[in-house]
């Protein structure tokens, strides 16, 4: 099982810029594909960006692609998060998950992931 510690949300005005991290801990990542999702209130969690286990694959909601960046530091165990011109209805508590399958080309749907953290609030004013 993989722990997972997001950070980095707040509130920020519309076109503004947050970087979120998820650090995880009790077993490396460095061969997982990692996913960003977030969820709304009265809202369904949905995909946001995932990114293979080498980095080397990223894969983006057509909502955030062209604003937000998914990266990683295997040697840091950590996923990054990077949102740039935010708006107001990216608001929703955004988190990390974990797929254990070794070299897994990046999945959309939250039953691939194995891992959750328990999320950051990002709130994004007009």
């Known amino acids: 099982q993989v722990q997972l510690v997001e950070s980095g949300g707040g509130l920020v005005q519309a076109g503004g810029s947050l970087r979120l991290s998820c650090a995880a801990s009790?077993?490396?990542?460095?061969?997982?594909?990692m996913g960003w999702f977030r969820q709304a209130p009265g809202k369904e969690r949905e995909f946001v960006a995932g990114?293979?286990?080498?980095?080397?694959?990223?894969v983006y909601a057509n909502s955030v692609k062209g604003r937000f960046t998914i990266s990683r530091d295997n040697a840091k165990n950590t996923v990054y998060l990077q949102m740039n011109g935010l708006r107001p209805e990216d608001t929703a508590v955004y988190s990390c998950a974990a797929d254990r399958r070794p070299y897994a080309i990046v999945a959309r749907t939250p039953t691939s992931y194995d891992d959750w953290g328990q999320g950051t609030q990002v709130a994004v004013s007009s």
């Open positions: 009790g077993r490396t990542i460095s061969s997982y594909a």
């Open positions: 990114i293979a286990w080498d980095g080397g694959s990223t």
